[in-house]
């Protein structure tokens, strides 16, 4: 039988509150050059020392398979419990939700750069000189302008940092992956974009929709200099994922600051509550929509910021910060909250990493690891034991009573 | 998706080295008999103490899957990272890699026994009352000599211990599994080996060689006592298995005394490295061999051998050896190191069994458990909690920061 069939079968409606707190990067190494802490033992957390005494279980969570790395897109899709190896979500797609681009489901998304082309139409300079920002925007305009539908399928062009852009094809029978359009080295022209699977009907319509994109909008570029051509990579259509709310009999809500994370949580159908900035203030929301939503996902950014500039008393200090903001959250105690990471991020490897991240559970059925904190180590000896990512969201409806018995 | 195509796209090139380092048989059980420690626990092991203290990651690795006790091939294949379920080799070739045979891919081997026969062809004794090695050894001559060929098949015989040999057909259009030409009992004449799957031509061309083998090698036999008949078992071809170096992106090279292990390392396309008898020899030829290859397997067999002697002092006392041996291989210390054992030889179960081997990783990235030592109820505490050992591969390919990023 599968799985996700008999979650779902087994679920039963319920009035709980769950909390997921996601501090992106969480997880770190302990060093000897760090004194053999991690940023998570080393801060001061006498707020989160409480919730543990209060009885939590602990665990550290896979989040995709064995010694895989996961960008934010698997790792986020794992703790809203949908398997990252069958929800794969293709790097335009995260792109353009990183952008803030309102997707839909079928949409087909590119990442896009401005690059140089010489009269031959060769890749000189796959960055076009990595050219600034407000030239990009120009440039971006410039092509929107000009470039709104193609046949029945609609173009969105919005543009990114530097020399990079997103593109968005809106129309009917539309799907990915395609190849890149994008030699990958200098010195080839551009390769036109081929559907990865050659039988895929919808696909051939996107590589012919792409294929006119460039003939029309290349000419429209022939004058700028450098940024006179541009690549496009990781083309594939936003993924059929089973809604939310469907799947889990929750009505979930989006607490976070960064538009990437505002975009996957949208990947799953969750509302987006749109204003808070600080932590504070993201608890401070929660307790104001507290009756309007029985799911709450927040997310708290800088813990994996700082991990990736390898800062270890920054990252400290963020996770102090979390810690003194927890209180706000408590206020009105969910029925169930996790704490964890959708990865770690250490800062001795400046960077995403495999590492399992820790991740506590609290809720009146958590049952007690008897720890005195939250931590790496600690973790290692806790009840959940080492998991998949995508369990934890099975866990927390376990909590929240949400499951019937299976079987006599 | 297939998790071993995403490691596989996944997979960079590097200048990492990495090492698995296999004590055979390493875990075991403490039992009140024993004081309630295992001989890991029990043994003196400061350099291991010291790489433990350095900062390491520990866990315990299921050999095959819950409460099932490999053999040395299983074993080994999950360590080498193929899944033992998926890639099974037969008996067999198992046996003719023991026996230091040089298979190649297609070649089909049996494990073979002499027996005896009544007039009639009826088995009496399926061991010809255990004859002594000489004489198997022989028999296997004289059977070598007359049957080097059966059409465009080249036969090998070589001769193990007592009544044991095993037979190898190398030929065109190959393929096994067949069942054993054996009725497993006595009182019953030998049974023709057929075609596990009915439909498979390969495998109708080897029944049929082994049936003229039989009707061949039979008659020379008749006249001996009491070996006048012989027995096969196993009969399988050497099976496909990807190389290693295409798998890994890793130059693979076997430091192994024993013919087995060296035998399971050439099924994945390692180099033998021959010439070293003690671990102190092997780790010296280790730092010669360093800039040759990328990863070394390296294979110590006394721990195994005393947990099946249920010898708990000379368990130790090899532990103790290995340790005092190792700060030989730290000269050049890899990027990578882990220790472990293929399986656990408790000594109070005097064989192999199910129970879940310690393991111990170094590296720069391993993080740190902040255990005293490495053994089995330590390892229980560790963050790579308890795993299949078919991952213990991409752990350590992680650790060479061998994979780049799944996904934005």
């Known amino acids: 039988m599968n799985l996700d069939t008999l979650y779902s079968e087994l679920t039963l409606e319920t009035k709980a509150k769950l909390v997921l707190m996601v501090l992106d990067g969480l997880g770190d190494l302990a060093t000897n050059a760090q004194g053999r802490v991690t940023p998570l033992e080393a801060a001061r957390t006498p707020n989160l020392d409480a919730l543990v005494a209060d009885g939590c279980a602990q665990g550290r969570m896979i989040p995709v398979a064995p010694g895989i790395t996961p960008g934010s897109g698997p790792g986020h899709l794992g703790l809203f419990g949908y398997d990252p190896l069958e929800f794969q979500v293709g790097r335009g797609v995260i792109e353009a939700l990183g952008l803030g681009v309102d997707l839909k489901a079928g949409d087909v998304a590119a990442r896009a750069n401005f690059c140089t082309l010489d009269a031959q139409g060769v890749v000189t300079d796959r960055r076009a000189g990595r050219i600034d920002t407000p030239v990009c925007e120009r440039l971006c305009s410039l092509l929107a302008q000009k470039m709104k539908k193609i046949g029945d399928v609609d173009v969105l062009i919005k543009a990114g940092k530097g020399h990079r852009f997103v593109v968005v094809f809106r129309g009917p029978g539309m799907e990915g992956p395609l190849t890149d359009a994008d030699p990958h080295r200098e010195g080839l022209p551009i390769p036109a974009a081929k559907p990865v699977a050659p039988d ?209």
């Not at 990736?308 to 200090?317: L, S, T, Y």
């Not at 206020?331 to 399992?356: M, N, Y």
């Not at 720890?371 to 369990?391: D, I």
């Open 200 to 408: 895929a009907a919808k696909a051939r319509k996107t590589a012919e929709v792409v294929a006119q994109f460039y003939r029309q909008a290349l000419p429209l570029l022939a004058k700028e200099q450098p940024a006179n051509g541009f690549l496009m990579r990781g083309i594939a259509h936003q993924p059929d994922i089973p809604l939310f709310q469907n799947r889990y009999r929750l009505k979930p809500a989006c607490l976070a600051v960064y538009p990437m994370y505002k975009g996957l949580a949208q990947l799953v159908g969750m509302t987006k509550i749109e204003g808070p900035q600080t932590i504070a203030e993201q608890f401070e929301r929660y307790l104001a929509e507290y009756d309007r939503y029985d799911f709450f996902f927040i997310h708290y950014k800088y813990t994996d910021m700082y991990g990736e500039d390898g800062n270890f008393p920054a990252k400290q200090r963020a996770i102090e910060e979390f810690d003194a903001a927890l209180p706000i959250l408590l206020r009105k105690r969910p029925d169930v909250l996790a704490i964890t990471g959708d990865h770690s991020t250490p800062c001795a490897l400046k960077g995403h990493s495999w590492h399992p991240q820790p991740v506590l559970l609290h809720s009146p059925y958590s049952g007690d690891d008897k720890l005195e904190r939250f931590t790496e180590t600690g973790a290692n000896l806790g009840s959940l034991g080492v998991f998949e990512a995508k369990y934890l969201l099975r866990y927390m409806q376990a909590n929240a009573r949400m499951f019937d018995k299976f079987g006599a």
